[in-house]
Nanobody, 126 residues
Framework: QVQLVEAGGDSVEAGGSLRLSCTVSGSTSGRYCMGWFRQGPGKEREGIALIHTYSGRTYYADSVKGRFTVSRDNSKNTLYLQMNGLKPEDTAQYYC???????????????????WGQGTQVTVSS
């Protein structure tokens, strides 16, 4: 079992920045894809950023590429999402996720995710 607890959601103006954090606990040995999904109002859940814990390779949705950065601090068991250049369309509930995998790559699809955090709200005003 893996527990994921997000923090850092807030309301910001367009063009601003936020950093989300996710504290990871439980059985985290092995190979994972860890990162972030989001779900905006009236939208489907969207995978936006993942990091493969074995290779360190990162994966991003086109909608956030170049603006968002996923990273991890193993010493603190914490995952981060640095969000720059925020837009109103980034308004969503953001979820920290973990995919227990044998793959050497990550997939930005909700069907492969084994663990979800409770979510943190990000609101971007124009």
């Amino acid at each position: 079992q893996v527990q994921l607890v997000e923090a850092g959601g807030d309301s910001v103006e367009a063009g601003g920045s936020l950093r989300l954090s996710c504290t990871v606990s439980g059985s985290t040995s092995g190979r994972y894809c860890m990162g972030w999904f989001r779900q905006g109002p009236g939208k489907e859940r969207e995978g936006i950023a993942l990091i493969h814990t074995y290779s360190g390779r990162t994966y991003y949705a086109d909608s956030v590429k170049g603006r968002f950065t996923v990273s991890r601090d193993n010493s603190k068991n914490t995952l981060y999402l640095q969000m720059n250049g925020l837009k109103p369309e980034d308004t969503a509930q953001y979820y920290c996720v973990a995919d227990v995998t044998t793959r050497n790559y990550c997939l930005l699809v909700p069907s492969v995710i084994n663990y979800w955090g409770q979510g943190t709200q990000v609101t971007v005003s124009s």
